[in-house]
């Protein structure tokens, strides 16, 4: 075949344009990799290169890549992709085509790395109206209609101040700026109109039944007695005989409560308040906080103090009438003696044990002898003169006679010393005057009231002829 040849022209102008587009290609694969090195500044290193292809693993960012590709096929729509071009020469306007076909899986995730936050924040501020982005300060729609509705009944800025509870603690001062400004301003007003427009019915319906109630209403509620008991019949007539001054949110519950706490402060036509007292009897403030706070005192009760105090009360008369039942048995009176003189006996001391520390008077006709304990009270405690651990709880008995005559009887397990003489246990022996009684180691004298015994002999030998 000839050069000349038209199909030999045209295979060779084929291959030709093969040729060409794959140098394209490779050109527009070279810018590509020139641009994304310009926008992440790294500066790449010549390296030999072969035109062997290797196999070797990917890396985990080169798979972050390939998914991101698989992804971006996926997509429905044209991408948006920012332009990155390049210092160098610009390729052709068919470069320019094939480079988009060819790279726009290799474009798309180095758009998105690189500038992925600027466009979700435009399309976000595009769809936001212009009433939201407005700042409306610390007034909400609620404060709003509550300021309106509160004015409305009242027509009184200061009592809106005192008795509306907005979502913020305002000043009279704030409160007065906002309404001439929801009056006045138009830009404020349309806004919070708008606001006030977006709340939910229920919301408004919540609001309006906080409504501060006017003086009319007051009035109208002012002339039910307080003496009368009121139902819900009575609330919901004067609603129904009133509609044009009741707010349209009254409702007869509403109304009773009200007219509850009207009663409660007095300001029922009916009720009176008493004045205070004129002249020398009107009393300072300081004067009646301090009674007040003085009253209060009086009243506080403390519960487990009083408690406590009605427990400690009641042992202490338990033990009283414990010592008056016992009063009779105690008939020992010991005194403290100094040497050896004789006793002074009064009219109602039978004899005298003396020992050395102490003196026990015998004031009945028997009386018992040991060492006292908590559980089991005695006569005479012999502990008292000196040491009796070995001395019986209850040692023995002196007991007097009819005749006059005295014994001791002994009940504990030691011997018991009368003059020198042992009295063992379960025996019992005559006492005279001066005799010396012995107990484990403990020496007294038993004295006798002779005045006194002949007195009871000589009414023992009267009585006994008879």
Same mark, same amino acid.
Do not use: A, C, S
């Given at each position: 075949m000839q050069a000349g040849d038209p199909v030999v022209g045209a295979a060779m102008a084929g291959a030709g344009a093969q040729s060409r587009s794959e140098d394209e290609e490779s050109l527009g694969v070279k810018d590509v990799k020139r641009t994304a090195t310009q926008a992440f500044g790294i500066s790449v290193p010549k390296r030999r290169s072969s035109s062997r292809s290797i196999k070797r693993k990917k890396f985990d960012d080169e798979l972050v890549e390939s998914s991101l590709v698989k992804s971006s096929s996926r997509v429905k729509g044209p991408p948006v992709i920012e332009p990155v071009r390049c210092s160098g020469s610009e390729p052709s306007s068919s470069e320019k085509k094939k480079v988009t076909k060819s790279g726009t899986s290799l474009m798309l995730p180095l758009t998105m790395v690189v500038h992925p936050a600027p466009i979700t924040k435009r399309v976000k501020k595009s769809k936001q109206p212009l009433h939201i982005?407005?700042?409306l300060g610390r007034w909400k729609p609620t404060d709003d209609?509550?300021?309106i509705n509160a004015v409305l009944q009242t027509t009184d800025l200061t009592s809106v101040h005192l008795g509306v509870k907005f979502s913020c603690r305002f000043t009279l001062r704030e409160i007065k700026e906002r309404w001439y400004a929801l009056l006045y301003d138009p830009v404020i007003s349309k806004l919070a109109w708008q606001a006030m427009r977006q709340l939910h019915p229920e919301a408004i319906a919540a609001i309006q039944s906080k409504a501060l109630f006017s003086q009319a209403e007051e009035g109208l509620l002012a002339k039910i007695g307080s003496t009368s008991q009121p139902k819900l019949d009575v609330f919901q007539e004067l609603l129904s005989k009133h509609p044009g001054v009741f707010h349209p949110s009254r409702?007869? &519950?509403s109304l009773l409560v009200h007219w509850q706490l009207l009663k409660q402060y007095y300001l029922l036509d009916d009720q009176s308040v008493q004045p205070l007292p004129k002249g020398d009897q009107v009393l300072n403030f300081s004067d009646a906080e301090q009674m007040v706070d003085d009253v209060k005192l009086k009243e506080s009760r403390d519960e487990v103090l009083e408690h406590e105090l009605m427990i400690s009360d009641r042992h202490q008369k338990k033990e009283i009438r414990q010592l008056e039942q016992e009063l009779p048995r105690w008939q020992v009176l010991v005194d403290s003696i100094t040497g050896m003189s004789m006793p002074d006996f009064d009219n109602q001391t039978l004899a005298a044990l003396r020992g050395r520390m102490v003196r026990y008077l015998m004031r009945s006709r028997e009386i018992t002898l040991g060492r006292a304990? &908590?559980?089991?009270?005695?006569?005479?405690d012999l502990s008292l003169e000196g040491p009796a651990w070995k001395i019986s709880r209850k040692q023995g008995i002196i007991k007097l006679k009819n005749n006059g005559d005295?014994?001791?009887a002994n009940e504990g397990r030691r011997p018991i010393y009368i003059d020198g003489r042992p009295v063992l246990s379960g025996n019992k022996?005559?006492?005279?005057?001066n005799s010396v009684v012995e107990i484990a180691g403990l020496r007294f004298v038993f004295l006798i009231n002779l005045e006194l015994i002949s007195i009871i002999k000589a009414e023992a030998a009267k009585m006994t002829p008879q």
């Open positions: 982005t407005k700042d209609l509550l300021l409702t007869p &519950k304990t &908590k559980d089991k009270p005695i006569d005479v005295f014994f001791i022996w005559k006492l005279n005057n």
